[in-house]
């Protein structure tokens, strides 16, 4: 190996390796085939209010990747739960941080700030009358989340308002909660 060869350490921002990102980013631009990705999620009961959710794998431009994780699911016991697992609301709701958290640590890296701390909290109100089909004029999810994000770093106060903005554009989460997503079930009996 030549003594005056460099080695070039990869670009590393907020953990993210941000000479990887632009080169999906330039990929994808040049084949806009290498953009779709499909996400599978299989659930099974478990008994009472218990579910677990398995994650096989998913495919990214054609290419499938297999990853293995179980994501297990419950009931508080007031709602006839036994309180082992987070329920679906919180799973929710910890989708939509975690998506938003990857927005504002991929935006800040390519913008090259490092944070320090990030922190997102979310709450809302579902009324029970809607869900247990007592009131079918209350609605059985969310009428609206509210979400605090706190954010401390490199960036200044108008560079985190580009980011915000940035975020709360391209997140797929927050589109797939902001907007109406078309569900198309099938029922398999037996």
Sequence with gaps: M???AQVNEPNVVNGLNVDDLFALIEG????????TTNWRVATSWQGQTRTRAEVEGF????????RRFTIDI???????G????ANPQEHLIAALNACIAVG?????????????????????????????GIDPKVANGYESLRYTVRIKGSGTSQ????????????SPNVYNLANAVVLKST???G
């Design 2 to 4: 030549n003594a005056n």
């Design 28 to 35: 994808i631009k040049e084949d806009s085939s290498k953009a």
């Design 59 to 66: 495919s990214i431009g054609g290419q499938n990747v297999s």
């Design 74 to 80: 419950d009931e508080p016991c007031e709602l006839g």
């Design 82 to 85: 036994s309180n082992q697992f």
């Design 104 to 132: 504002y640590v991929a935006q800040c890296a390519v913008r090259g700030i490092t944070l320090e701390s990030l922190q997102i909290e979310t709450e809302g109100e579902i009324d029970l009358r809607g869900f247990l």
């Design 159 to 170: 560079q985190f308002a580009e980011v915000h903005d940035a975020v709360m554009a391209t």
């Design 187 to 189: 029922l398999v009996v």
